[in-house]
């Protein structure tokens, strides 16, 4: 019992030391105090083959140059997936020019529903640039979600097309140079993430 708590409190201490890195700073001065959870160097999640809703197919080298938000959701969600995706169109806009830096991209996990043009059009409610991304087959997509450690999983409604989605709901950020750097949980807000990118941009 005193092992499973004492456990229990060094795991707390560690959630605590990672949501209020400000208190690390004197210690370690030299590296970036993110708001979101600083992945650098994770084994996984280090690239995709999906294609776009042009026909295109995509890697993550496509977008060297920019910093890259890459979320995994449906176009029929309710709130977690559209709110994601407004809050990262305001995270551009507060970006100024170096909102120009950004690439938000949208993977489908919903294949039966999310075609090509519904993807498209759902796309552009948010921001121009940003891009649908769907896998091949539900088989590459399960090991895509695999590999990205993404929970998802589809919950029967009253009727088959009324299927709704859980899903994890955060956000995978990558650097210019392409290298994973950070997991943003739902619900950061877009100055906190606008925030973390700008520091990205700036190669930090």
């Known amino acids: 019992m005193q092992r ?31 708001h979101s959870v600083d992945i650098t160097g994770a084994e996984y999640a280090k690239d995709f083959k ?10 993550l080298a496509d977008f060297k140059g920019k910093a890259v938000v890459l979320f995994f959701g449906f176009t029929q969600c309710p709130d ?12 551009k806009k507060l ?10 991209l949208f993977v489908s ?12 059009e759902y796309m552009q409610n948010f921001d121009p640039s940003f ?15 695999k590999d990205f450690k993404v929970y998802y999983k589809k919950v029967d409604g009253p009727t088959p097309t009324s299927y709704t989605m859980d899903h994890t ?12 750097r950070l997991y943003t949980r739902y619900g950061i807000g877009a100055q906190a993430l606008a925030d973390d990118l700008k520091l990205l941009i700036d190669g930090r």
């Open 4 to 34: 499973r708590n004492a456990l229990k409190s060094i795991a707390a201490s560690a959630v605590l030391a990672g949501a209020s890195g400000v208190f690390l700073s004197a210690c370690d001065r030299g590296k970036p105090q993110f």
């Open 50 to 59: 999906l294609t776009d809703f042009d026909g295109k197919p995509r890697t």
């Open 80 to 91: 977690v997936c559209p709110t994601t995706m407004t809050e990262l169109a305001q995270v």
């Open 95 to 104: 970006l100024g020019a170096d909102g120009d830096k950004v690439q938000g």
């Open 109 to 120: 996990i919903d294949p039966e529903r999310d075609t090509p043009a519904v993807l498209k």
């Open 131 to 145: 891009l649908g991304l769907y896998a091949g087959s539900p088989e590459a997509l399960a090991a895509l979600a």
């Open 169 to 180: 709901a955060a956000s995978f950020v990558y650097d210019p140079e392409g290298r994973l």
